[in-house]
């Protein structure tokens, strides 16, 4: 369309004229196009994990066994209603210059606990029988802190020992 035939037509009011565009998206062609764009896996996990082991912004100190472990209060009772409770209701225990001790756990029991915490993976144990004792005892320390995804990885992993070694039932309870 040319400019006098615009100017004169009624398309044109008040020097301003709408354009209409209907655009078709091909859906086989829309696919191919997706599969171009990467969405990269998330490394919140990593995140974490990188604040545990700096330790930067730990508002909370644990001694276990002798050994002292800092770490976050919110992160904690994000992920457990014991920790919850324990940091922030009224089972309240310390304040953040205070020191909790846990004294019925091995230190690398609650190593492998915090990390599992923070990254939501669990710990990678190499061994035979040492391994299944580490992962009885976590399964122990995952029941007391209500971790359910931990409890399930740690039945998991007993119930494979024992399979492996012949057991049919692995459980003595």
């Known amino acids: ?51 545990l082991v700096s330790g930067q912004g730990a508002d909370v100190m644990f001694d ?4 002292m472990f800092a770490a976050h209060r919110c992160v904690l009772a994000a992920r457990s209603t014991v ?12 304040t953040a210059t205070s020191i909790i001790q846990i004294s019925d756990m091995e230190p690398g029991t609650f190593d492998a606990m915090l990390r599992f915490i923070y990254s939501d993976s669990p710990p990678e144990m190499e061994g035979d029988e040492d391994v299944n004792v580490m ?3 976590l399964l122990v320390a995952a029941n007391r802190y ?26 003595s309870c």
């Open 83 to 94: 920790f919850k409770a324990e940091l922030f209701g009224p089972m309240k225990e310390g």
């Open 64 to 67: 276990v066994g002798g050994k």
């Open 135 to 137: 992962w009885q005892s």
């Open 1 to 51: 369309m040319e400019k006098k035939e615009l100017e004169s037509s009624e398309y044109l009011k008040d020097d301003s004229f709408t354009i209409r565009c209907d655009v078709i998206v091909d859906i086989q062609n829309a696919a191919a196009l997706a599969a171009f764009v990467v969405v990269s896996p998330s490394d919140m996990h990593r995140h974490f994990t990188d604040l």
């Open 146 to 171: 209500d971790l359910q995804r931990l409890v399930m990885i740690c039945e998991k992993a007993v119930w494979l020992h024992h399979r492996s070694h012949g057991d049919d039932y692995p459980c």
